[in-house]
């Protein structure tokens, strides 16, 4: 059985201080009525206050980071390293979205390296995977993303694998208000694990968890987490807004 993981990916929004105040409101209406495994990745700079929070008000949440180098110390101005965010209490990592592609050139080779450091690290990795509208209406989006799949994961090995989790995010249905449909979303899904028990023992591949994310609200959760190869959801947006994000969790 995997349990249900939604994941809020705060991107780069809230200061330290409104994060608290967003934890504070969390709080005083937390309710998980599914049994969700629920995760908050704020930006770096809140992740100490967020932590103190979610100890101190006993939210039953995980932490995440958005990202991370994969050298665990050294002359890489601006970078953060596994083993800062390990003494922060981060349990899990967002990798290779595709802000980190488009923005920052992530390539599937950085982040493979960036996987295979946060597993020796102890951290676990929620790795994005998704394809342009392009690529899409060329009818290519199945080999793009498995092939995505492949590449990220080149070396990981079986025990590595069993602590994946897999964000299927269609680029043109992140931030844009336009979600795939439940059936083409589950479908990729369906796909993903089907390569997942190419690549590893099918108990593996039918334990790793595979969300999906692009414009996730209150009014199209329920559907998806209802299909069979859907297991929770990485939200961007609607994880800033408490109700929204209660609404979400409690589908
Ligand atoms: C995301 O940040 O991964 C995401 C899916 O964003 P949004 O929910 O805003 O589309």
């Not at 599914?34 to 932590?51: D, L, M």
């Not at 110390?73 to 979205?97: N, R």
């Not at 023992?201 to 968890?209: C, G, L, Q, S, Y």
Request: glycine share 8%; aromatic share 8%; proline share 3%.
């Amino acid at each position: 059985m995997r349990v249900p993981f939604i994941a809020g990916n705060w991107k780069m929004n809230l200061t330290h201080l409104e994060a608290m105040d967003f934890l504070v409101d969390l709080e005083s209406r937390f309710e998980n009525k599914n049994g969700c495994e629920i995760a908050v990745c704020p930006p770096f700079t809140s992740i100490r206050s967020v932590k103190t929070l979610l100890d101190e008000k006993k939210i039953e949440a995980s932490l995440g980071a958005q990202n991370m180098f994969y050298e665990q110390s050294g002359a890489y101005t601006g970078e953060i390293s596994p083993l800062m965010l390990k003494a922060l209490g981060v349990e899990y990592v967002i990798l290779g979205h595709s802000e980190r592609r488009q923005y920052f050139y992530e390539t599937n080779g950085l982040v493979n390296q960036k996987i295979k450091s946060s597993i020796a690290n102890g951290i676990k990795p929620i790795l994005c995977i998704g394809e342009t509208l392009d690529i899409r209406e060329r009818g290519e989006a199945e080999d793009f993303v498995l092939g995505q799949l492949k590449e990220c994961l080149d070396g990981i090995d079986q025990d590595a694998a069993a602590l994946l989790t897999i964000a299927y995010e269609p680029i043109w249905a992140i931030g844009t208000g336009k979600t795939a449909t439940v059936q083409d979303a589950n479908g990729m899904c369906s796909r993903i694990r089907g390569k997942l028990s190419k690549l590893y023992k099918d108990k593996t591949a039918e334990e790793i968890r595979i969300q999906y994310g692009g414009s996730v609200k209150p009014s199209n959760i329920s559907e998806l987490m209802h299909a069979s190869d859907i297991d929770g959801a990485l939200v961007g947006g609607a994880s800033l807004k408490v109700d929204d994000f209660l609404d979400i969790i409690n589908y």
